[in-house]
């Protein structure tokens, strides 16, 4: 089949949540506290909010930053990182291992959106604390950005290069496999070919799979490394400790939250890429 390049560049992300009563259940591997409404752990991110310079995602009017993945890698490297490490030893076949990774996530984690789950109109999980609850139940649930960055992670740990993208109202993971050619799609970051969606929030998606509204659209695309991140809490005050449990401890109403942002990758920024789409 014939392939042709569209440019994909980026488009505008639409973030918009109600305040109302909130409840959050802390996970094992995190120390959440809130304060104002909002919820944050001991990194100093958000896990509210996904703008901001202590937001989950650092979105702003110009770029993105996921730092919540960083929470998983590096130094901070867990559990997220080593089941990638460990289906590596079960796939020494390079295509066959990164499907296996996909399946891994898409199988296990059951789409739920955060207001169902905590409350929230917007709480991101780390890598670690989703694994761990697949780890420990054989199942998590998560909605799209918690599946993505726990697929960016657990691809690091399988030898992958991986990126985390960014659209109108979605987020996905992207693995550098430039020998699959299973994709309905390919994406060149940065005039780099051989990027390949892996969309986890559907039972029966396979790799490669991409949604029609990302086809001849504009996303934004982070590539994931290893970046320091430093355990620290905002200086924010009063700020509450939610100790970890099971049950939901209550927080409280948080103000109406609504942003629209335009996203513009500009070659300054050494990590954000130009996307291509080709089909």
Request: with cysteine; net charge negative; aromatic share 12%.
């Amino acid at each position: 089949m014939k392939k042709t390049k569209i440019l994909v560049i980026l488009t505008s992300v639409l973030l918009a949540g109600l305040g109302t009563t909130h409840y959050v259940s802390a996970t094992p591997s995190a120390d959440f506290h809130e304060t104002d409404g909002e919820v944050f752990d001991d990194w100093g991110v958000f896990r509210t909010r996904v703008f901001g310079e202590d937001g989950f995602y650092q979105l702003s009017e110009t770029t993105f930053r996921p730092a919540i993945a960083f929470e998983s890698l590096g130094e901070e490297a867990a559990l997220a990182y080593s089941l990638g490490e460990q289906i590596a030893t079960q796939y020494p076949n390079q295509i066959q291992r990164a499907e296996a990774v996909f399946r891994f996530v898409r199988d296990r984690v059951t789409y739920t959106p955060d207001i169902d789950q905590f409350g929230y109109d917007e709480f991101a999980l780390n890598a670690d604390e989703l694994a761990i609850t697949i780890d420990q139940d054989g199942i998590g649930y998560g909605d799209c950005e918690d599946s993505a960055v726990l697929l960016a992670v657990m691809y690091k740990g399988a030898g992958y290069r991986s990126a985390i993208a960014l659209g109108d109202g979605h987020t996905a993971a992207l693995v550098y496999l430039p020998d699959y050619n299973k994709a309905t799609a390919v994406f060149e970051l940065d005039g780099e070919p051989g990027w390949v969606w892996a969309e986890a929030t559907g039972k029966n998606n396979p790799l490669g799979w991409v949604p029609k509204e990302f086809i001849n659209t504009r996303i934004a695309a982070y590539e994931v490394g290893e970046e320091t991140i430093v355990r620290q809490e905002p200086a924010t005050e009063p700020a509450t400790a939610i100790a970890p449990k099971t049950g939901g401890t209550y927080l409280g109403p948080s103000p109406f939250l609504g942003i629209i942002v335009f996203l513009w990758l500009m070659p300054l920024f050494r990590r954000r890429r130009r996307v291509h789409y080709r089909r």
